[in-house]
């Protein structure tokens, strides 16, 4: 099952699926919002964070490779390297969304 398939303008954020347009991977302060997302969302029994998406779920025609470049493995181990008590069972997965890259 493709999650982001699901999505479409009108969709909104809620409880347990966030937008994020983009992510500039050398910046301190996206990397601090996303861990914060991540804990939030663990702390309220999961959800999911999509990367290339506007808030009202429209495409938001940034360049993902950027994100892609640091490696999958980088963003699941954030909320272990950064969080204690260590947070488990996170994961990531790449779509392909009206051709284009979503990273979930």
Known sequence: MDPAGDIHAGTTESATLD???????DSTQDWC?????????????GGTIVFG?????????????????????????SPFIFCQPALCDCGIDLFEHRAKRTIE
Do not use: C, R, W
């Not at 495409?59 to 963003?75: C, E, K, R, T």
């Open 53 to 77: 998406v506007n808030d009202d779920g429209t495409s938001s025609g940034a360049d993902l490779q950027p994100i892609l470049n640091v490696g999958l493995g980088h963003y699941a181990s």
């Open 33 to 45: 919002e996303l861990v914060k997302d991540i804990v939030a969302m663990a702390n309220s029994g």
């Open 19 to 25: 937008f994020k347009a983009n992510l500039n991977p």
